[in-house]
């Protein structure tokens, strides 16, 4: 399968894909309402700064998640660009069906992503409904999606659950296996809650290589404990290519709020590049232009966020 | 030679042995003085959690790091505790003459810590004088000290200097060398500015191994740039079994006020001990009283320090 890392014409050249995920799942859980414009005006600017794929926003039930209320109109106003895929998520069939109806009408994600919970518990509370109900509600989502968007499937708690702790990775590797028999090839594993360590992101991703090799795998890690790169590096060295990240580290599951602890977030998007790059592993993303955005998403919320290297500056001159 | 890890009667048994450096390398810069008897109670406590070793204080100039202008109080008033090395750091000669008398009041440090650059640039800002100056210096420093008390040399900007860029590997291994043939097998491999990234961890622990195997090497990382337990992790994976963190991952260089940048910092203990126990490596430590302590330091200094796990919690019972 193509795996994004071949660029046409201009494009640069890359060693890894990253998804930026600052628009979905870092604004997920953010309580003021960011206005559409300014949501258009920053998918754009990702898209413009060379990420092969930016999570534009989620086709949720506005009731639950008003932040995404704009779904339609979000990907509506977006300027489409050669060479990078926006991607809505679909927790359910209804969303797929709000997403086709927006391709029908002329404009949309060009990759959704359907859920599904590695554990029963997660599942169950992040769902609302068992791990054997979603299966279902994915065989329809996929039947219907089939052929008009790629595919992502992900992979909740695919490292460690908050309820139940260990998750069985025979019982993970099932589960990339079922979205393979499927047609979903693409397969994101989420480390929900940041309980992933770098052996078990290296035994899971080694497992998936030998077991689904035409399955490509997406690292999707928290920084819940602050393992978050650490993981990353991991997953890299376990021959990961595709990285989820949002700049500023903002997003995760609001761990304060449903599992009873503090801070979370994703892994950010600006310290993951500085150090790919430092290692010589190219992103096709040049730094100085994605700390400025990093700059601009921090005005957007007001606050300061979690990139190191935007607070520290880049390393000096002639580092390797 | 004896490695700290073999631990006596009822000691925890441990896979690595950590050096808990708040009250050094942690508060060197914090602007306000903590007075004396909160640092001895602090550092008795970090003894009590199980630390082979503490960072306790440094015979700096008083004009220059005021912070630190009680460092023989400190040392007179702490308890002793078996099992537990209290470290002091010695910029120079006069630093070493000022530990020795104390020794011959009565009581003292265990170990002290000899500094020298990696890189001239950072020796002249660091030190106020040549590598080579200072090594004449480190010179007259074991001599006197020899016998008297357990000698650490550390190297800093080991891995990347902000003035110079890139440093030497070759270098790097010589400056080790030059402190083995003073009998000075103990080095700290300092990454002072966060400039390492984990292949150049390992290449650096993999080199040191087949070049100076009778070398202890101490991992010394910063987290300046997000890196900490990406590197402490690559360290560990290439053999290093000693590693120096702070609590809180407070201190570091004050990258903001030396180098022009902002946030920097230590290694976060409780995150890293955290991920260690995750991974199945025993500390000695246990995670609950070390997050109390956690606490403690945070109201000591009036503000959030910067652990993850403190403010995002264990995980999950049954977690692996």
């Given at each position: 399968?193509?795996?994004?890392?071949?660029?046409?014409?201009?494009?640069?050249?890359?060693?890894?894909?990253?998804?930026?995920?600052?628009?979905?799942?870092?604004?997920?859980h953010?309580?003021?309402?960011?206005?559409?414009?300014?949501?258009?005006?920053?998918?754009?600017?990702?898209?413009?700064?060379?990420?092969?794929?930016?999570?534009?926003?989620?086709?949720?039930?506005?009731?639950?998640?008003?932040?995404?209320?704009?779904?339609?109109?979000?990907?509506?106003?977006?300027?489409?660009?050669?060479?990078?895929?926006?991607?809505?998520?679909?927790?359910?069939?209804?969303?797929?069906?709000?997403?086709?109806?927006?391709?029908?009408?002329?404009?949309?994600?060009?990759?959704?992503?359907?859920?599904?919970?590695?554990?029963?518990?997660?599942?169950?509370?992040?769902?609302?409904?068992?791990?054997?109900?979603?299966?279902?509600?994915?065989?329809?989502?996929?039947?219907?999606?089939?052929?008009?968007?790629?595919?992502?499937?992900?992979?909740?708690?695919?490292?460690?659950?908050p309820?139940?702790?260990?998750?069985?990775?025979?019982?993970?590797?099932?589960?990339?296996?079922?979205?393979?028999?499927?047609?979903?090839?693409?397969?994101?594993?989420?480390?929900t809650t940041g309980?992933?360590?770098?052996?078990?992101?290296?035994?899971?991703?080694?497992?998936?290589?030998?077991?689904?090799?035409?399955?490509?795998?997406?690292?999707?890690?928290h920084d819940t404990r602050g393992t978050g790169?650490?993981?990353?590096?991991?997953?890299?060295?376990?021959?990961?290519?595709?990285?989820?990240?949002a700049?500023g580290g903002v997003g995760g599951h609001p761990a304060r709020v449903q599992y009873g602890s503090g801070h979370t977030g994703n892994v950010c998007?600006?310290?993951?590049?500085?150090?790919?790059?430092?290692?010589?592993?190219?992103?096709?993303?040049?730094?100085?232009?994605?700390?400025?955005?990093?700059?601009?998403?921090?005005?957007?919320?007001?606050r300061p966020l979690h990139?190191r290297?935007?607070?520290?500056?880049?390393?000096?001159?002639?580092?390797?």
């Open positions: 399968m193509t795996d994004d890392t071949a660029t046409a014409g201009a494009a640069p050249a890359r060693d890894v894909v990253l998804c930026e995920c600052f628009a979905r799942d870092g604004l997920q953010e309580p003021r309402f960011v206005d559409t414009a300014t949501k258009v005006r920053l998918i754009a600017r990702f898209a413009a700064l060379g990420f092969a794929r930016v999570e534009a926003t989620s086709y949720s039930n506005p009731e639950v998640v008003p932040q995404f209320a704009d779904a339609s109109d979000v990907l509506r106003a977006l300027p489409r660009r050669a060479g990078v895929m926006f991607k809505a998520t679909c927790a359910n069939v209804r969303a797929v069906r709000r997403a086709l109806a927006d391709l029908d009408a002329g404009f949309g994600a060009d990759e959704i992503s359907l859920l599904a919970s590695a554990s029963e518990s997660h599942s169950q509370r992040n769902l609302r409904r068992s791990r054997a109900d979603q299966w279902r509600h994915i065989e329809e989502m996929v039947e219907s999606a089939r052929g008009r968007f790629r595919l992502v499937g992900t992979l909740s708690v695919a490292f460690g659950c309820f139940e702790g260990r998750v069985d990775m025979r019982s993970v590797l099932a589960d990339v296996e079922r979205y393979a028999r499927l047609g979903v090839k693409r397969v994101t594993l989420g480390d309980m992933a360590t770098p052996p078990s992101v290296r035994a899971l991703y080694v497992e998936l290589r030998a077991l689904s090799p035409d399955v490509m795998p997406i690292a999707h890690f790169l650490a993981n990353c590096v991991a997953a890299l060295e376990a021959g990961a290519r595709h990285f989820d990240s700049i998007t600006e310290d993951w590049v500085a150090l790919l790059e430092a290692m010589g592993v190219r992103t096709g993303l040049r730094l100085e232009p994605l700390l400025d955005a990093g700059r601009d998403c921090e005005a957007v919320l007001g990139s290297v935007l607070a520290a500056g880049l390393a000096a001159a002639g580092e390797a």
